[in-house]
């Protein structure tokens, strides 16, 4: 089993930053997909970015050129960086592993982030 503990949600000024933490632990497969998905209260989950093993990143549209996910392998962990925060970015925003080679989903607690005007 797998166990991911996101941190660093909290309450910003729009324009301002913040920085998501997530540590996987457990037994986890070498070759892996991590990243962020955020749910504002009556949408669906949406995806915000992920990242692979090897490094390459994909991000949703609305937040490129603004978020950077990173992650070290060595800690199980990956990273959002959240600069120029919006209003419109406020959600619950939840860490997900996958391993696509077995069909295994985890996903996260969650963590909420709001971000006022």
């Known amino acids: 089993q797998v166990q991911l503990v996101e941190s660093g949600g909290g309450l910003v000024q729009a324009g301002g930053s913040l920085r998501l933490s997530c540590a996987a632990s457990g037994r986890i497969f070498n070759v892996n997909v991590m990243g962020w998905y955020r749910q504002a209260p009556g949408k669906p989950r949406d995806l915000v970015a992920t990242?692979?093993?090897?490094?390459?990143?994909d991000y949703a549209d609305s937040v490129k050129g603004r978020f950077t996910i990173s992650r070290d392998n060595a800690k199980n962990t990956v990273y959002l960086q959240m600069n120029s925060l919006k209003p419109e970015d406020t959600a619950v925003y939840y860490c997900?592993?996958?391993?696509?080679?077995?069909?295994?989903?985890?996903w996260g607690q969650g963590t909420q982030v709001t971000v006022s005007s």
């Open positions: 990242i692979i093993t090897s490094g390459s990143t």
């Open positions: 997900n592993l996958r391993v696509p080679v077995l069909g295994n989903n985890y």
